[in-house]
């Protein structure tokens, strides 16, 4: 009677584990679409019902550890990288597997664009697709959980 219980239990906390794993919430590796180099880590977490990620961390060895967002035209104006928010007002969509209507920020060029986020491959990856008017018209970026 016991066995069946602890199995039972364990496959729930499987399934919880993977419906979590399927959200944009958590710790990212941005990667660059362009290069392929890992550019941070960003974590993206659910605030007011909206996702809202922050630069956690830098990891291009040559990035200056006192840099700001010098481009941004915003309130993020000449705000530490670390800790900038680059994700802002993002809602599940209807069917819960794609999220929108928020605003990703590019700190290198201080350019905001609409942001699509898709999480893949199980939760394992996010698709990051920024774009100006319509999703056709923009870059994909994929990003690789790190929590």
Known sequence: M?????????????????????????????VDDKTGKERSLVRIAETGG???GRI????DP???PDAVCGK???DRKDKPMDGLEVIRGVQA????????????????????????????????????????GFSLLGRTQTWLRVE
């Open 2 to 30: 016991i066995r069946p219980l602890m199995i039972s239990l364990a496959l729930l906390a499987c399934s919880g584990l993977a419906a979590a794993q399927s959200t944009p919430v958590g710790l990212w590796k941005s």
């Open 50 to 52: 909206h996702l809202v």
């Open 56 to 59: 956690e961390k830098r990891l």
């Open 62 to 64: 040559t990035a200056k």
């Open 72 to 74: 941004c035209s915003d």
């Open 93 to 132: 969509a209807g069917d819960g597997k794609v999220w929108t209507g928020g605003q990703i920020l590019d700190p290198e060029e201080g350019k905001t664009y609409q942001v699509k986020l898709t999480p893949v491959e199980g939760g394992s990856k996010l698709e990051v697709r920024g774009f100006i």
